[in-house]
């Protein structure tokens, strides 16, 4: 009876010691498995308008300014590095810097969000810039197969970057908001952090595939 009666004492904290994934993350990746499918779309739209004109794709991407695109793709990368520093700050219940300014290991979330969110402005206004050039070059969007494919692909990712910095100003001010830096408020970095990991995964893609596949 005693080896029953231990074992029964002992099954339910067997039971709540388990791990079990947070709802709201496995939502969030579901979700992302579903915007892989959206890309996937606008690639095969891409692949199937340059194959049908192969001649215009030639001549288009002479227009394209590949060094600026490349250190443009650049922030938006090590942007992922410092969200992911402000997830590791917020694993530690670290909202605010502990230290001075400049020392960057003692940041808080708030502080490594607030750089990947400048980081990801600056990434969006280059687009806005190199948009504007092209326009001004000949090349709005209703000029030809190109420019339709080349606006609505790099568009559509230029739009999920905005919803990504609006996403990351939410969790900053839901870290001055509350009272106590809690684990929904790091679960809800680390959420942030899954989309913003995914949308510069989509864009080294696209990058690849506009400015370099000829």
Not at 30 to 55: D, K
Not at 140 to 167: E, N
Request: net charge neutral.
């Amino acid at each position: 009876m005693g080896c029953v009666t231990t074992s029964s004492a002992t099954y339910p904290q067997a039971l709540r010691s388990v791990k079990r994934p947070d709802p709201v993350a496995v939502g969030t990746i579901v979700w992302l498995g579903s915007e892989v499918m959206f890309f996937a779309g606008l690639f095969a739209i891409y692949f199937t308008l340059r194959n049908s004109s192969p001649e215009l794709w030639a001549d288009r991407t002479e227009l394209l300014n590949i060094p600026f695109a490349a250190v443009n793709t650049v922030i938006l990368v090590l942007s992922s590095f410092t969200a992911q520093a402000g997830v590791f700050a917020a694993e530690r219940f670290q909202p605010y810097r502990k230290g001075s300014f400049w020392q960057f290991r003692q940041w808080g979330m708030v502080e490594w969000f607030f750089l990947s969110f400048i980081m990801g402005a600056v990434f969006v206004s280059g687009q806005v810039w190199e948009y504007a050039t092209l326009v001004a070059e000949g090349m709005p969007i209703s000029a030809d197969s190109y420019a339709s494919a080349f606006y609505i692909t790099t568009g559509f990712h230029a739009l999920h970057v905005t919803g990504g910095l609006i996403a990351m100003l939410l969790v900053i001010g839901r870290a001055f908001a509350v009272k106590n830096f809690g684990r929904k408020e790091m679960t809800t970095s680390i959420v942030v952090s899954y989309y913003w990991h995914f949308v510069d995964v989509v864009w080294i893609v696209l990058f690849f595939v506009i400015y370099f596949v000829k």
